[in-house]
DNA sequence: CTGGATCCCTCACGATACTG
DNA sequence: CAGTATCGTGAGGGATCCAG
């Protein structure tokens, strides 16, 4: 029970009691793709100090938003996943990320790319409209950060790592945003070489219609 | 300017960089109806210090979220308001809410029910098939709290205070979650006493149709 | 009276070190 | 690997004060 509540009763209160403190919502994106150990969260959120993630993990199993398990025998180790509750807050996490998307700037030289961020904005810039009738398989490469995204009609199946039999790579960089966002145009990407491709050129024609950032406030925040 | 930033190149980070700060999001939740001045969103947040309000609505106005606006004469005071990009939060604001509410418990004894909280769970909860072909002014009053809220044809128009000619007036507590929540019966509700009606009673079971919220976890959160 | 700004105190957060 | 312990800093909480 925090002494810092906001004293209301309302549902959006109520929810920034239980996911709303720093971090929280980070560590449900997180966990959205599967489960993972203390390590791997604290691998995908480098600049969480243990102490705060530690409490973080109570508080979110205390609110019946994750699970802490113990993986059986040989491993033993421990696993925190979401719970079905949890996982209800999937749409909220994407709706949010596409939100801020549209006003995401360039990154400071510091900022990372996680995987898990990377698949999760996947699944929310995904338009399954667009992507009726088509099969095809990307890996998008960003730095170190590899995920492929197979996408078959309307359906987005995406995860870490290489696929076997990917129809086009993508190599690229944080320009993925502009790109997304309608900014740039695939051509001039490719032009400029802030994109570099292996398989069916194409099909990154096709990527930028199914993957989508919606356009962002006229007046750019300072 | 927030120096404590998340380090990473991501749209859900980025979104809590500007709205993820506390206090943050209810002020957006009482923006939603429409603009207010300093004192409204203060009346509304009575547990928000002043020089913490201050600094959100400067900071929400930086991230291009709401904007300032000074009236024209006699009144010139100061308004804020969402911009379109701040109104675009809408939809994530009362899907985070009635994820909250499907685990809110009893209130505090120091809880408050406000107006603007009560206008947006009214159009969180509201189940636009379930209003199909239906014309009827309810009026809500939870203590001091009164809104109304029309239904024409799966359309929905709420509002602050009573409305002219409501064909029924509902008069309860925060029973009312529960209702919607339908973890008790509108019969069980109006025999206990913790709802009093004025006006077509049967109206009463449209409303729970009308406006739901989903089940929650199964073990409620300690 | 509205629309804040200023002060002081506390506690959550951040960084680091350390343990089972 | 999975956290706990410690400690400094800065944001939030609460009251008061000030300008138009």
Redesign the interface.
């Known amino acids: 029970m925090p002494s810092r509540?906001?004293?209301?009763?309302?549902?959006?209160?109520?929810?920034?009691?239980?996911v709303?403190e720093?971090?929280a919502?980070?560590l449900v994106?997180d966990l959205i793709p599967g489960p993972k150990r203390f390590t791997d969260l604290r691998n995908g959120?480098?600049?969480i100090p243990t102490n705060v993630l530690s409490a973080r993990l109570k508080e979110l199993e205390?609110?019946?938003v994750i699970h802490r398990r113990v993986l059986p025998r040989p491993e033993g180790s421990i696993v925190y996943e979401l719970?079905?509750?949890g996982r209800?807050?999937e749409?909220?996490?994407l709706?949010?990320?596409?939100?801020?998307?549209?006003?995401?700037g360039q990154?400071?030289p510091?900022?990372?790319?996680?995987t898990d961020?990377l698949i999760?904005?996947l699944r929310?810039t995904f338009q399954p409209e667009a992507a009726r009738r088509l099969q095809v398989c990307y890996e998008l490469r960003l730095g170190d950060t590899v995920v492929h995204a197979c996408i078959d009609d309307g359906t987005l199946q995406v995860g870490e790592g290489s696929v076997a039999e990917a129809d086009l790579v993508i190599e690229t960089g944080?320009v993925i945003?502009s790109l997304l966002a309608g900014e740039i145009s695939p051509s001039e990407a490719i032009q400029n070489g802030s994109v570099h491709l292996t398989g069916d050129a194409d099909l990154l024609a096709r990527f930028v219609e199914v993957f989508h950032?919606p356009p962002?406030?006229s007046?750019?925040?300072?």
């Open positions: 509540t906001y004293g209301q009763f309302c549902g959006l209160a109520h929810a920034l009691e239980l709303g720093r971090w919502l980070l994106r959120l480098p600049r205390g609110s019946g719970t079905e509750y209800d807050l749409d909220v996490v709706a949010l990320g596409l939100w801020g998307a549209r006003s995401l990154p400071l510091a900022d990372i790319v996680t961020s999760v904005a929310a944080p945003r950032i962002g406030p007046k750019p925040p300072g």
